[in-house]
């Protein structure tokens, strides 16, 4: 046989077992649902008379397992959906701030070790349908058309994340850069209508990943009409809210003025429109859920809630929105459901942002060694927890701060990560267990000396 014949032979022979061996493995499906500074507890369970999300409850909570000890390390948009993509925490993939986001993920290489990627490169068809990251929403150079990130099949994401009108950049790979249109359809019911094609379009054979990123709650909270007589009654001022005596606090949180009566009653307002806004997203779950139960692949599909980002306060030491070292800035809830995960649980372990990816190759085979830790065994009830401690940090806005929050404990101290084996700024120490509402830091207090000498080295010694 002549050596070009044989090449051939040899080659189609390759092709073909290849083919065989695809077709042979069943093809996955892997939902990530997240959204847009929405507080830890407004996932699971009732916001007044109700449940906050009632899909999400029925189909994921009850079906699933709840992380109610999700932690987002540095709780702003842009360093989280960066640890997101990777499973690097802050300080490592060096996404610290929102201001210019995306440009630095991009220059940073980042684009190249995403989740996506890693999955793409396996041959699974990837959609982003939301938004992306922050700065995105900046055309350094308006006439050109924004850029696509390598690893996404399909790409549906905001020009500049809004709910009535906006801007929609889309894209199918190889594509590098989008088409811009303008899109007056509800934001979170066209993104969930573009997840449910994506499902229905592909071939029985295709392995999917899909991260639906709406922009819900975020303010400014606009919502759909059916949606107007909902949470009518609802008002969350918790004990923490407007805390009276903060000289325990570092100087910019004294330096929060208590909030006014003006300002609480629009503050109300703005927590029912917040809930408004997740109604929608608790739809488009449904959606989803009838669109992979229709194309056979509900039984065998992961599903991840991420509810949100990053968290946000509803006037607890005096602060509204995120950037804190509080409870209600860090945390987030995460939702899995999927084959093999316990049904019905809740989990209290320590679980970050970055573990969520890894978990997620783990469940496709596919490599991805990263700082983040996967969240399997906790999944299928193989173990109970994967750390005993969580790291804080911040680099902008009031901080910097970093920290360490153990189950029972918080230190916290303003001054930088590369510094926290050293630090020099203003210390706080939490007694979760009896001040779970973080209204007096015991720094300062002889009888805890010996528990922030052990925070204080946690803390110079901490390691992903
Ligand atoms: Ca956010
Ligand atoms: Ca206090």
Not at 161 to 169: E, Q
Request: charged share 15%; glycine share 8%; with cysteine.
């Amino acid at each position: 046989m002549h050596r070009s014949l044989v090449a051939a032979f040899t080659l189609s022979v390759l092709l073909l077992s290849s083919a065989v061996s695809l077709a042979q493995s069943p093809p996955q499906t892997i939902v990530v649902i997240m959204t847009d500074d929405q507080r830890y507890d407004t996932v699971a369970g009732m916001c007044g008379a109700v449940p906050c999300m009632p899909t999400v409850q029925a189909e994921l909570v009850a079906k699933g397992t709840t992380f109610t000890h999700g932690f987002i390390p540095l709780a702003s948009c842009c360093p989280s959906r960066a640890s997101i993509l990777t499973g690097w925490y802050a300080h490592t993939h060096g996404v610290r701030g929102n201001t210019h986001g995306a440009e630095q993920f991009f220059g940073f290489g980042h684009e190249a070790s995403t989740i996506a990627k890693a999955l793409f490169d396996a041959g699974w068809k990837t959609l982003i349908a939301g938004k992306y990251l922050n700065g995105y929403d900046l055309d350094p150079d308006p006439g050109t058309v924004p850029h696509i990130a390598d690893g996404w099949s399909r790409w549906r994401v905001f020009e500049y994340p809004k709910y009535l009108t906006w801007r929609l950049v889309s894209g199918e790979w190889p594509m590098t850069s989008g088409v811009v249109t303008n899109e007056t359809q509800y934001s979170t019911v066209r993104l969930f209508n573009e997840a449910a094609l994506f499902i229905t379009s592909a071939l029985p054979t295709d392995s999917l990943f899909l991260y639906v990123t709406p922009f819900a709650p975020h303010a400014s909270p606009k919502w759909e009409a059916q949606d107007n007589a909902k949470f009518a009654a609802f008002a969350q001022i918790g004990p923490a809210f407007n805390e009276a005596d903060v000289s325990d606090k570092p100087l910019w949180v004294q330096n929060e003025p208590l909030w006014t009566q003006v300002e609480i009653d629009a503050h109300i307002k703005f927590q029912r429109g917040q809930l408004r806004t997740l109604q929608s997203v608790d739809r488009g779950i449904a959606q989803l859920l009838a669109v992979l139960a229709s194309t056979g692949r509900l039984d065998t599909a992961y599903i991840v809630f991420i509810g949100g980002d990053n968290g946000f306060h509803w006037g607890e030491h005096r602060l509204k929105g995120k950037a804190s070292p509080y409870e209600e800035a860090i945390r987030s809830t995460f939702v899995i459901r999927g084959p093999g995960v316990q049904q019905n649980v809740a989990s209290a372990a320590l679980v970050v942002n970055a573990d969520l990816p890894v978990t997620i190759a783990e469940w496709a085979s596919v490599p991805f060694a990263r700082e983040g830790r996967s969240l399997q065994c906790l999944l299928t009830g193989g173990c109970a927890s994967i750390r005993d401690q969580v790291l804080i940090e911040f680099a902008f806005g009031p901080g910097p701060f970093v920290g360490v929050r153990t189950a029972d404990w918080k230190y916290i101290v303003q001054d930088s990560y590369e510094h926290r084996a050293n630090p020099s700024g203003t210390e706080e120490l939490y007694d979760l267990v009896n001040d779970a509402y973080e209204m007096q830091s015991q720094h300062a207090n002889p009888a805890y000396v010996a528990v922030l000498a052990e925070m204080r080295a946690r803390l110079a010694t901490w390691a992903p």
